[in-house]
């Protein structure tokens, strides 16, 4: 499912306008985006969580010339399902 699936799924489970909840719906991920760009976690209780951390950087091997090289550490989101999420997909 992407993201136009979603927001039909939800108009017709709500009735609301499409544009309506295409713009709830962006405003929800960018403030989610924003909170985590500042070092927070963002907790949906029931569906899960996210978070930023970071990866430590490592040895690396470029394929093209076969040089090691380093790899710098680098900020990733890491998403971690609720227990709801979780019984739900067994």
Same mark, same amino acid.
């Given at each position: 499912?992407?993201?136009?699936?979603? @927001?039909?799924?939800?108009?017709d489970?709500? /009735? =609301?306008?499409?544009?309506? %909840? +295409?713009?709830? =719906?962006?405003?929800? *991920?960018? @403030? %989610? %985006?924003?909170? *985590?760009?500042? /070092? +927070?976690?963002?907790? *949906?209780?029931?569906?899960?969580g996210? #978070?930023? #951390?970071? #990866?430590? /950087?490592?040895?690396?091997i470029?394929?093209?010339?076969g040089? +090691?090289? #380093? %790899?710098?550490?680098?900020?990733?989101?890491?998403?971690?399902?609720?227990?709801?999420?979780? +019984?739900?997909?067994?």
């Open positions: 499912m992407n993201k136009d699936q979603l @927001i039909d799924k939800i108009v489970k709500t /009735g =609301f306008l499409k544009k309506q %909840i +295409e713009e709830c =719906f962006d405003s929800a *991920l960018d @403030i %989610i %985006i924003k909170t *985590l760009k500042k /070092g +927070e976690k963002v907790h *949906l209780v029931g569906f899960g996210f #978070r930023v #951390r970071v #990866r430590k /950087g490592r040895k690396g470029n394929p093209r010339t040089k +090691e090289m #380093r %790899i710098k550490n680098v900020k990733v989101a890491k998403f971690r399902a609720g227990k709801r999420l979780k +019984e739900a997909v067994k």
